[in-house]
C-alpha cells in the first residue's frame, strides 16, 4: 500500500508581510501588534520554533502551534566554491529545484535569490533558460532563501547577519513573478523583517516593461536591466523578450523609474560574447543610447555551460571595450566571476537542475516526485 502523504494545511508565516500578520492574528483573536513580534521572531532572530518566542504567552504559543508553521524550503545540497562563494539547491517539487547562491566580501555578504523554478524568457546564453519554465515560486520560497542563508552561514564581523544585500539574479524574471516578488520585497525592508535599504536590494529584469512601470511607483529599489546588444536585430536574438518590448521602449521606462528617486542610477548588465556583442562598434552603439543618462554598466564575461555554443569574450577584449564606453563618460565595471567551479557563476544557475534533483533525492534515500 503506498502511504498517502500528510499535506500540512497550516499557515506558513515564513512568508507573511506585517500587514498580512497583522490580518492572521485578528483572525484568530489577537492584538495586531502580534504581527511585529513574530515578523522579528522569524526574520531577526532566526525563530525555528513557536516555542522560541518566550514574548508570547504559552497559550498563544500552543494555538500557533496548531495553526501556523515557519516552514522553509528544503535543502538538497549545499556547496561551497575555492573562493568561498557557497550554492544552496533547494527543492521545489516534481523532480525540480531552484539555486541561490551567497557571495562573500569584505564588509558584505550579497545573496544571489531566485523567484522561479525556470524560466520563460529563453535568453539564449543563460542556463536557466535552457532549462525552460516549471512556476513561480511563493513569497515563502522566496524569502526563505535569505532566512536559510542568515541561519546558516556565520556573522559578518560587525556582528550584522551575514546577508547585507539581496540581488533578485538567480533564477526567472522576477518581475514576471509580481504578485510574489513585491511581498518578499516589502519583508526585507521591513524594520521588523531584514531592515535592508532600498539601495542593498537589486531586482533585475529582462525588460517586461508594463510591471518594470509599476515597480517604480510599488517598490523602487536599486534595478538592474539585462540589455546584453545596443540594438534591435541583435537583442531580439540574445533576449526575445525584446520582440515585444523594443530597446527604445525599455529604456524610456527605465528613465521614468530613475526620476522617481533621487540620484538613482540603473545599471546595465551586458555579457560579453566573443565574436557576437563585443566589438568596439558595438561599444560605440552602446555609449549612444546611454551617454547622458543615469546610467552604469555592469560588463559580465560569459560563463559557458554544456549544450550552449557562446564562448566568452577574451580578456584584451573585454578591457577594450570597457575602455571605449569610458573614453564616452560611462561609468563602465567588469564584473569578477565568482563560484564557477561550481557552476555558481552568473548566468550558469541551473543546467540539468532536474536530473541533479534526482541524484541528490536518490542519495537521501528519498523518491523524486513525478508528474
Given amino acids: 500500500m503506498i502511504p498517502v502523504r500528510k499535506v ?6 515564513l512568508g507573511l508581510t506585517e500587514s498580512q500578520l497583522r490580518n492572521f492574528f485578528a483572525e484568530i483573536g489577537e ?21 522560541e518566542m518566550t514574548d508570547l504567552s504559552k497559550a498563544l504559543r500552543s494555538q500557533l502551534d496548531s495553526v501556523a508553521s515557519i516552514t522553509l524550503p528544503g535543502v538538497i545540497s ?3 566554491s575555492a573562493d568561498g562563494t557557497v550554492k544552496w539547491l533547494f527543492e521545489s517539487g516534481a523532480g525540480q529545484a531552484v539555486e541561490t547562491v551567497f557571495i562573500p566580501e569584505p564588509g558584505r555578504g550579497t545573496l544571489c535569490i531566485s523567484s522561479q523554478v525556470g524560466c520563460a524568457l529563453d535568453c539564449s546564453f543563460c542556463a536557466t533558460g535552457a532549462q525552460g519554465f516549471n512556476r513561480n515560486l511563493d513569497v515563502a520560497e522566496i524569502i526563505g532563501q535569505v532566512a536559510h542563508a542568515n541561519r546558516n552561514l556565520a556573522a559578518r564581523a560587525n556582528g550584522q547577519p551575514a546577508v547585507s544585500n539581496v540581488v533578485f539574479m538567480g533564477m526567472g524574471e522576477p518581475l514576471a513573478n509580481y504578485r510574489n516578488v513585491i511581498p518578499t520585497l516589502e519583508i526585507l525592508l521591513s524594520d521588523f523583517g531584514y531592515g535592508l535599504s532600498r539601495r ?5 529584469t529582462s525588460g517586461i516593461v508594463p510591471q518594470l512601470e509599476k515597480l517604480g511607483d510599488d517598490c523602487n529599489v536599486s534595478l538592474a536591466v539585462s540589455l546584453h546588444a545596443p540594438d534591435d536585430a541583435l537583442r531580439d536574438v540574445l533576449v526575445p523578450i525584446n520582440r515585444v518590448h523594443p530597446i527604445a521602449t525599455l529604456l524610456d521606462a527605465c528613465w521614468r523609474y530613475a526620476a522617481k528617486r533621487a540620484n538613482r542610477f540603473i545599471t546595465f548588465e551586458y555579457v560579453m560574447l566573443r565574436d557576437v556583442n563585443d566589438s568596439l562598434q558595438h561599444a560605440d552603439k552602446l555609449a549612444t ?3 547622458g543618462r543615469p546610467a552604469k554598466i555592469n560588463l559580465i564575461p560569459f560563463n559557458p555551460f554544456t549544450g550552449n555554443d557562446y564562448a566568452r569574450s577574451r580578456t584584451r577584449t573585454i578591457e577594450q571595450f570597457q575602455g571605449r564606453l569610458r573614453q564616452r563618460g560611462l561609468v563602465a565595471t567588469t564584473r569578477r566571476t565568482r563560484g564557477d567551479d561550481i557552476d555558481a557563476a552568473c548566468g550558469q544557475l541551473a543546467g540539468k537542475v532536474r536530473d541533479r534533483v534526482r541524484v541528490r533525492l536518490r542519495e537521501k534515500g528519498r523518491k523524486p516526485a513525478t508528474r
Fill in 8 to 13: 500540512d494545511t497550516r499557515t506558513n508565516l
Fill in 31 to 51: 492584538k495586531p501588534f502580534r504581527a511585529r513580534q513574530v515578523l522579528q521572531w522569524i526574520h531577526q532572530r532566526n525563530a525555528a520554533t513557536f516555542e
Fill in 78 to 80: 549545499e556547496q561551497t
Fill in 200 to 204: 542593498r536590494i537589486t531586482v533585475s
Fill in 289 to 291: 543610447l546611454l551617454t
